[in-house]
Nanobody, 115 residues
């Protein structure tokens, strides 16, 4: 069983920055792929960024050059540094842990970007 807790969301003006954190329990963290996803009101959940156990990363086109995903296996944590935020980045952001044990999601953290 994996338990994920996101933090770091909040209200920020356009052009500002936020850093999201995802703290994970369990012993499979270092072997997992961690993803950040987001869901805006009335829209489907979408992938924002992923990082695998070999530190390979993947980003949605809409956030390339602005967001950076990272992980600290010693801390069982992953992060999403978000710079140059835009109003269209407003959403609930979720952390996902993927491994052979299956998929686990956190409860989400709200990010609101005002214009």
């Amino acid at each position: 069983q994996v338990h994920l807790v996101e933090s770091g969301g909040g209200l920020v003006q356009a052009g500002g920055s936020l850093r999201l954190s995802c703290a994970a329990s369990g012993s499979t963290f270092s072997r997992s792929t961690i993803g950040w996803y987001r869901q805006a009101p009335g829209k489907q959940r979408e992938m924002v960024a992923t990082i695998d156990s070999g530190l390979s990363t993947n980003y949605a086109d809409s956030v390339k050059g602005r967001f950076t995903i990272s992980r600290d296996n010693g801390e069982n944590s992953a992060y999403l540094q978000m710079n140059s935020l835009k109003p269209e980045d407003t959403a609930v952001y979720y952390c996902r842990h993927a491994s052979r044990a299956g998929f686990y999601w956190g409860q989400g953290t709200q990010v609101t970007v005002s214009s």
